[in-house]
C-alpha cells in the first residue's frame, strides 16, 4: 500500500484485533515510514487505544489514530482495519460530502457486494480528537459498508483480516478513480 503511494510520509497506520474481551489490538507505532515497518513497529493498545502495560517496546507511542481503530475493531467486529491516505478517497469526499455513490461495477464484488448494487460510502468530518471522529464514525457505519471516507484526510477500510482489507482498500480506489473519471475529474486518475 506505501508502495501505491496511499502512505506517503508517515500517513496511514495499519491494525489487527488480537482479542475481544477484553478488546484488544496491535496497532502501527506512532509517526514511522509505512513502507519500512519491522515487527518491532507495533503497540498494543485497549479499546480507547491507549497503549497497554508491559510493551515488548515501551519506546514506541501508538498511532495518533488508534482510538478510532478500535472504535471500528469494536463496532464493526473488524479483524483488521487498513487506513490510508489515498487521494482518490479524498477527492471523491471532498466532491461528494454526503456520501460517495458508487453503483453497477463488477468491482463492487470485491467488497462483498453484488455487481448492481449501489455503495455509499459514508464521508464524515476530520477530527484530532478520536472520540469524535469515533462518534461520527459510528453514527455513518453500515454493516454492508466496510468503509469510510474522514474529509480532507484518508480512507479507512476494514475487513476479517489484513489481506481482506488490503483487498478491499485496492478495490476501493479502483471504484473511486472510475467514479471520479466517469464524473470529468481525469485528472486524479491520470
Ligand atoms: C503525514 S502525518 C499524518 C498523521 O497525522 C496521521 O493522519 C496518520 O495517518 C499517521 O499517523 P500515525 O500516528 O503515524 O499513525
Ligand atoms: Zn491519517
Given amino acids: 500500500m506505501a508502495g501505491l503511494g496511499w502512505m506517503r510520509g508517515t500517513s496511514g497506520n495499519l491494525s489487527v484485533t488480537l482479542g475481544r474481551d477484553p478488546l ?7 509517526g514511522l515510514d509505512k513502507g519500512e515497518l519491522s515487527a518491532s513497529d ?3 493498545v485497549d479499546e480507547a487505544g491507549a497503549a497497554v502495560p508491559d510493551q515488548p517496546n515501551p519506546d514506541q507511542r501508538p498511532s495518533a489514530e488508534a482510538g478510532l ?6 463496532v464493526a467486529g473488524a479483524g483488521a482495519v487498513v487506513h490510508v491516505h489515498m487521494l482518490s478517497a479524498v477527492v471523491a469526499g ?6 460517495v455513490v458508487l453503483r453497477d461495477l463488477e468491482m463492487l464484488k470485491g467488497l ?7 455503495m455509499t460510502v459514508p464521508v464524515v468530518p476530520n477530527s484530532q480528537d478520536m472520540r469524535v471522529l469515533g462518534d461520527a464514525f459510528e453514527a455513518s ?26 483487498h478491499r482498500t ?13 464524473n470529468g475529474f481525469q ?3 491520470a
Avoid: K, M, N
Avoid at 471532498?94 to 456520501?99: D, T
Fill in 141 to 166: 457505519f453500515d454493516a454492508a459498508t466496510p468503509a469510510v471516507i474522514v474529509a480532507r484526510h484518508g480512507l479507512y477500510v476494514w475487513g476479517r483480516d489484513l489481506v481482506q482489507a488490503r
Fill in 94 to 99: 471532498q466532491r461528494w460530502p454526503e456520501g
Fill in 112 to 118: 462483498g457486494r453484488r455487481d448492481d448494487d449501489v
Fill in 187 to 189: 485528472e486524479v486518475v
Fill in 24 to 30: 484488544r489490538l496491535a496497532v502501527t507505532a506512532s
Fill in 69 to 74: 481503530h478500535a472504535r471500528i475493531a469494536a
Fill in 170 to 182: 485496492e478495490c476501493l480506489d479502483w471504484l473511486f478513480r472510475f467514479t471520479l473519471a466517469a
Fill in 42 to 44: 507495533v503497540v498494543v
